[in-house]
């Protein structure tokens, strides 16, 4: 099993930045390829970004090419996602899952492991 927590959400004015936090346990942390997904009220949950096992390849949704970038320390277990410029639209909770496919997939259902989710709301 893998447990995944996220922090670092919170309330921000258009313009803005915050930086996610994705804390995994365990399972060796290299190798699971990750992904962010948001889910805003009354839509479906959306994939944002991913990143694969060694951080070699990333990957972004169009809404938000430009404005966010992830990482990840495999030595602390840990993926970020740094969002900057944020937009009302990016108001959602922010999921981040665990995959054991080699590469990451836009895809919610290839993903195995899912954290609790943490608000972004961005104020006009």
């Known amino acids: 099993q893998v447990q995944l927590v996220e922090s670092g959400g919170g309330l921000v004015q258009a313009g803005g930045s915050l930086r996610l936090s994705c804390a995994a346990s365990g399972r060796p942390f290299s190798t699971l390829a990750m992904g962010w997904f948001r889910q805003a009220p009354g839509k479906e949950r959306e994939y944002v970004t991913g990143i694969s096992r060694n951080a070699g390849n990333t990957y972004y949704a169009d809404s938000v090419k430009g404005r966010f970038t992830t990482s990840r320390d495999n030595a602390k277990n840990t993926m970020y996602l740094q969002m900057n410029s944020l937009k009302p639209e990016d108001t959602a909770v922010y999921y981040c899952?665990?995959?054991?496919?080699?590469?990451?997939?836009?895809?919610?259902?290839?993903?195995?492991?899912w954290g609790q989710g943490t608000q972004v709301t961005v104020s006009s």
């Open positions: 899952a665990a995959t054991q496919m080699l590469l990451t997939s836009t895809l919610p259902q290839d993903y195995r492991f």
